[in-house]
């Protein structure tokens, strides 16, 4: 149900991730940004946890009818940016990340997003994977 | 048509100050500009988001135009060469890109196109990240990229310099000068508008008259 693919450079690897998503209740704005800073910082988060020696750019765009959010990492000690743009409750949304990690194998990149994003849209219960992204 | 680099270390900024940058030359100017991605992953998060504003994209994923991709780019900037005629071509590479590479690859293609001009290369440097990345001691893999990044930009524009304070600012400027005595320094903020109009000025000189 995921489209994921990996690619590395030396040391430095990227994991990418793009999926639909969808809710039974419509969503808020602000909620959205919500989720996309826990899911950007969580996978951060666990990336360090697991050994990764540095993040270099965990990146994140959600595509709704009305509007975008984009979140953004370079490490967990600068914060997560989020800019949005979403202008009303939505139900239904596009999203992809890209997670660039330096000292964390290709697999467990892999894995830490991919679980990660799982994570997150469970415990916000509401959301559920519809399909693969673009 | 003119092919400028905008390059720099991942999550420097570049994407926002093409954005930027596109934004005021389009709108101040009439400048028809076009912008071509490379990332490292094979989603295009950065493409989707340069869209969001309007501008046009070509997106070159799946591997790095520095050592993969090369041939690629030469058919994307023949394409839009011939298809959209623009003024300005931004060029955005990965994070991880050697840019003397990727103005070899620009530079071949005046061979074949001779009204393709090569601008700049502009590193990005991200000010809040200074420390980390200008360390002695940078993991290895790092420390070879960042540091042929920065000592081959014709222009290191020091980003996000809202967030930092002034002796930290200077304390960049002294480390990047050490790497790079030849480069232009511009102290840059794509939220303030601080450096961009000097980046428009060495960009497109015309339009900063």
């Known amino acids: 149900m995921m489209s994921g693919s990996r690619h590395g450079h030396g040391n430095i690897h990227c994991s990418s991730i793009s999926l639909k998503i969808s809710s039974r209740e419509f969503v808020f704005p602000e909620k959205f940004n919500e989720i996309v800073h826990e899911m950007v910082k969580e996978i951060a988060d666990e990336c360090i946890r697991r050994g990764a020696k540095a993040i270099g750019h965990i990146k994140l765009y959600l595509k709704t009818e009305s509007g975008y959010v984009r979140a953004d990492t370079v490490g967990i000690k600068y914060g997560v940016n989020v800019e949005s743009n979403i202008k009303k409750p939505e139900r239904e949304a596009l999203l992809m990340i890209n997670s660039i990690v330096i000292g964390l194998n290709e697999e467990e990149l892999s894995e830490v997003t991919i679980d990660t994003v799982r994570k997150v849209l469970q415990s916000n219960k509401f959301f559920h994977i519809i399909g693969d992204g673009e | ?209």
């Open chain 2, 1 to 209: 048509m003119k092919v400028n680099i905008i390059g720099g270390f991942l999550g420097s900024g570049k994407t926002s100050t093409i954005i930027s940058l596109s934004k005021k030359l389009y709108k101040e100017f009439g400048k028809k500009i076009a912008v071509i991605v490379n990332e490292i992953g094979e989603v295009p998060v950065d493409s989707k988001i340069i869209q969001e504003y309007g501008l046009k994209t070509r997106e070159l994923g799946g591997g790095c135009i520095c050592c993969e991709l090369n041939s690629d780019l030469h058919s994307v900037l023949q394409q839009l060469y011939h298809l959209f005629k623009p003024d300005l071509v931004f060029l955005e590479p990965t994070g991880i890109a050697l840019p003397k590479q990727i103005k070899d690859a620009v530079l071949f293609l005046r061979n074949k196109i001779p009204e393709v001009g090569v601008g700049y290369y502009v590193a990005i440097f991200d000010a809040l990240r200074s420390e980390e990345l200008l360390q002695e001691d940078l993991i290895e893999d790092l420390d070879y990229i960042v540091v042929r990044q920065l000592k081959e930009a014709d222009v290191i524009a020091i980003n996000k310099v809202d967030l930092v304070d002034e002796d930290s600012i200077r304390w960049c400027e002294g480390k990047l000068k050490e790497i790079n005595p030849e480069a232009l320094l511009i102290r840059l903020s794509t939220v303030r508008g601080d450096g961009l109009p000097e980046l428009m000025k060495l960009i497109s000189p015309d339009a900063a008259d």
